[in-house]
């Protein structure tokens, strides 16, 4: 992986931790209160809908509320309501309030950065999970709360990309039995194209491995051990997302409301069975993270051991030279290697013999 790249990643998680940050601090307030405790991504808050049933499907959007809302009431078919923005408030009390949603429910939606989670209502069910998305090969995520009830379902993302635009594509074309069944299954459908995604963002961060791992075998740079800790904590947001999701599938699949038909049950069990799988993999990597982390520390272990070992055979050689140059730097007034008119010469041939003869010794015991 190229210093470039690894600098990119590094400042991009340095943006993130600086946009949390500048998040809002709800404590102490009353519980209910809608307040957005997250970051403006869109540039205006858009409002789609689609009602539908097996013979018929229409899409719109509208530039108020108060408009969607009314074609909702006035529609006898399954309504799916999507938001895209959070940062207008008041679009999500007047939701709450249409549908006579608990507060909390709204209060919910609009604190970002909740983990994965399922509330069951006398009349709705709220859901919380996590989207991960592709974006100029960095790894982003973003919150999704899902309503549902009978006959309509809301859906609040917080970035503007459509992130459920296969699933509206697989409805207009009719296929697939979202159109033939009840907001339950819509549900389900988007809760596995959600988990879809865990699977895209772990192979993502696998193939990341991959790439620390041949950079780590063949050149260390300073900006590996940062790199690391950055994957580190990476997979421990993961592992923080998927596994209360486990505890909200298992929660789902137990649910029993009269707008929910118990076949739903198998196809939530299947969701189930996936995330376990996430799971799994997110185990498997978070281990190869502290492999790695520990085959860094091994190598740069490794080059400090060599260098301390040259350093160790060039202090060896110079003790018996410095001995020799000790000896004949005393200041003695009858020493008769001093009067030899070769002497200086002599000492210094001496002095290289035992270089190379120590150097020598080095070699054959494999040391140099």
Do not use: C
């Not at 189930?272 to 982390?293: A, F, N, P, R």
């Amino acid at each position: 992986m190229k210093k470039t790249q690894m600098a990119k990643k590094l400042k991009f998680k340095k943006q993130q931790n600086k946009k949390q940050s500048q998040k809002i601090n709800k404590a102490g307030m009353a519980p209910g209160q809608f307040i957005f405790t997250g970051e403006q991504k869109t540039e205006k808050t858009l409002i789609q809908l689609m009602t539908y049933n097996n013979e018929q499907i229409v899409e719109e959007s509208f530039n108020t509320i108060d408009k969607a809302l009314t074609a909702i009431d006035q529609s006898q078919k399954t309504a799916w309501l999507n938001i895209i923005g959070l940062h207008e408030v008041e679009i999500t009390k007047k939701i709450v309030e249409h549908f006579n949603f608990h507060k909390l429910s709204g209060e919910d939606i609009l604190s970002v950065g909740q983990r994965p989670k399922l509330d069951d209502y006398e009349h709705y069910v709220h859901l919380v999970a996590r989207m991960f998305h592709l974006e100029q090969n960095d790894l982003v995520d973003e919150q999704i709360t899902i309503l549902f009830k009978e006959g309509i379902l809301i859906t609040f993302q917080e970035r503007e990309e459509d992130a459920f635009e296969l699933i509206r594509t697989r409805m207009k074309e009719g296929k697939g039995l979202i159109r033939s069944k009840k907001t339950d299954y819509l549900a389900y459908a988007l809760l596995d194209y959600m988990v879809d995604h865990y699977f895209i963002a772990i192979e993502h961060f696998g193939n990341s491995l991959e790439d620390i791992e041949v950079e780590l075998l063949s050149e260390v740079s300073d900006d590996m051990l940062p790199l690391l800790h950055h994957k580190r904590r990476e997979i421990a947001y993961l592992r923080r997302s998927v596994f209360p999701l486990r505890e909200a599938i298992s929660k789902f699949e137990k649910l029993e409301k009269p707008f929910m038909s118990t076949e739903i049950k198998v196809f939530i069990r299947d969701v189930y069975d996936h995330t376990i799988h996430v799971m799994e993999m997110v185990t498997v990597y978070k281990d190869s993270v502290g492999s790695l982390l520990e085959l860094y520390m091994s190598i740069i272990s490794n080059r400090m051991n060599k260098i301390m070992k040259v350093l160790t055979i060039v202090s060896t050689i110079f003790i018996p030279l410095t001995f020799v140059a000790g000896v004949y730097g005393m200041n003695f007034s009858n020493m008769p290697e001093l009067t030899y008119k070769n002497g200086y010469f002599i000492t210094l041939f001496g002095m290289a013999v035992l270089t190379l003869l120590m150097i020598f010794y080095f070699k054959r015991k494999k040391w140099l």
